[in-house]
């Protein structure tokens, strides 16, 4: 298990870290309850397609006032991250559509590139945001390669003003290419690269909830305010339908 740093200034300066992490922690115990009845979403609309912000910064995918509320602290720059959104967010999925599960993801920053890609599936549409992760932690490794390769010009970017040390950081390792190609021009990038305020604001919120929850690795999941153990789909979704989810019919 790697352990997060999560301050402002590890994540402008430290070099990448390419040691992937898992969780650990205490392991809450989960209320078995009975099969709760599913929500129906407000007329012309559907949970799978709602999202919100939540006072935590995270973004919540479904019902906000769902019963079930499924949390992960998430480092795009986390292999076992990257799992999770290939290989269990379509399961999520399917509780999230009965609108008796949210899932909500936060940041839990451990690097410059991981801080530079929350930033940017932040820069347009809230509902954006999920998705856009999750195309991003499936071509990991493929950034990982672009800043090997481009080594001098991410070492150069930690000596740069902090309103452009991000764009260097990107450019390096290929993310404007791939978030043009996914509706974000890199005018609009470079934008919110540049938005200092922004950027401080997910590294002091990825350090203040660290603190205040334990977190120490990624991913870690919480259910109704209990930290789990487990970081695995099939180890979680047991876990739900004890709490009382079901999957949708």
Known sequence: MKPIR?????????????????????????????????????????????????????????????????????????????????NGKPGVKEYVATGVVSFEQRNLVRDPIDLTIATLVRCGADENMQPLSDQAWGELNSFFANVQQNGAAYEQAGNMPIDQRFVQIAQAAGLIDFFAARGLSADQQRACLADTDKIESIANNSTAQAEEFGIQATPTFILNGDKLEVNQWDDIEPLLQRAGARPAE
């Open 6 to 86: 999560n301050s402002l200034k590890f994540a402008v300066a430290a070099p990448l870290a390419l040691a992937l992490a898992a969780c650990g922690g205490d392991t809450g115990e989960v209320e078995e309850s009975d099969a709760i009845a599913t929500i129906p979403a407000p007329e012309g609309s559907n949970w799978g397609e709602t999202v919100t912000v939540s006072d935590q910064d995270g973004y919540v995918l479904g019902n906000p006032d769902a019963p079930i509320k499924l949390v992960e602290y998430a480092s795009h720059t986390c292999g076992a991250c990257a799992n999770f959104a290939a």
